[in-house]
């Protein structure tokens, strides 16, 4: 590690709190490759809601889409993120679309320091091309589907605490690029309302 990253991940484990890093972004941002390095970077633990999901449930994503349908996904992830939430400080990547259900984002927003993985549309589909375990793309124009869902989707992302460009880098490049994010957003602030947010716990008053 150059000794800039390590003093980014020392001000990260200084400032960070009982908060989660949550990473947020479409399907093949990066979002679990890049939060298992960042996780190791900063020495905390790595959590993937998708696996979680598919442990409690002992079924695969897609077939849990196939046998409930995509509301009763939401419900088990929105349940499975306020859980995983508690366990902070730790690294937690969700699936590309969590962050776009309400509750879920505003579960995110009382515990989580949200980082949103930004990316273009050709990386994205050269990133989920690898493997077919995404069941919104098993469709005969999966291009078509992931562009209409950065259209709906980017506005809502883009609400989260930091937004990192997900380049054509190496994972461990990104990683560093996130660290260095959050170091920085914590400095400028980010602290303070972390703080707030653990008041809004104890007194019972919603941060939002
Ligand atoms: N910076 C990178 N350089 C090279 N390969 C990458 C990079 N980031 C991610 N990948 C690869 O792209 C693929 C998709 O990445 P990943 O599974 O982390 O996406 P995700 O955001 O978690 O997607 P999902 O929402 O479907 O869970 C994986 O094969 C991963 O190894
Ligand atoms: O973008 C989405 O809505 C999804 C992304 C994956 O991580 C999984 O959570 C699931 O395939 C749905
Ligand atoms: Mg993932």
Redesign the pocket.
């Known amino acids: 590690m150059t000794p800039e990253a390590k003093a980014n991940c020392e001000t990260v484990r200084g400032l960070i709190g009982q908060r989660s890093i949550v990473l947020v972004g479409?399907?093949g941002a990066g979002?679990?490759a890049v939060g298992r390095k960042v996780a190791a970077m900063l020495d905390l633990p790595f959590v993937d809601?998708?696996t979680e999901?598919e442990r409690v449930s002992a079924m695969t994503?897609?077939d849990l889409?196939e046998q409930y349908g995509?509301p009763e996904?939401r419900a088990l992830?929105r349940r499975v993120v306020t859980r995983l939430l508690k366990s902070g400080p730790q690294v937690l990547a969700?699936?590309?679309?969590?962050f776009?259900n309400e509750s879920t984002r505003q579960a995110i927003g009382r515990r989580g320091i949200s980082v949103w993985l930004s990316a273009d549309l050709d990386l994205l589909m050269e990133r989920v091309s690898r493997r077919q375990?995404?069941?919104?793309?098993r469709d005969p124009d999966p291009r078509g589907v992931m562009q209409r869902?950065m259209e709906e989707?980017y506005p809502v992302y883009a609400t989260a605490d930091i937004d990192v460009q997900s380049r054509d880098i190496t994972k461990e490049e990104m990683a560093a690029n996130v660290v260095a994010a959050v170091a920085e957003w914590l400095e400028a602030g980010g602290h303070a309302r972390g703080k707030a947010a653990e008041t809004a716990k104890t007194t019972g008053k919603a941060e939002q």
């Not at 969700?94 to 969590?98: C, H, K, L, R, V």
């Not at 375990?133 to 793309?137: C, D």
């Open positions: 479409l399907m979002k679990s809601a998708d999901i994503i897609p889409f995509e996904f992830e969700t699936g590309g679309g969590a776009i375990n995404r069941p919104l793309l869902l989707r």
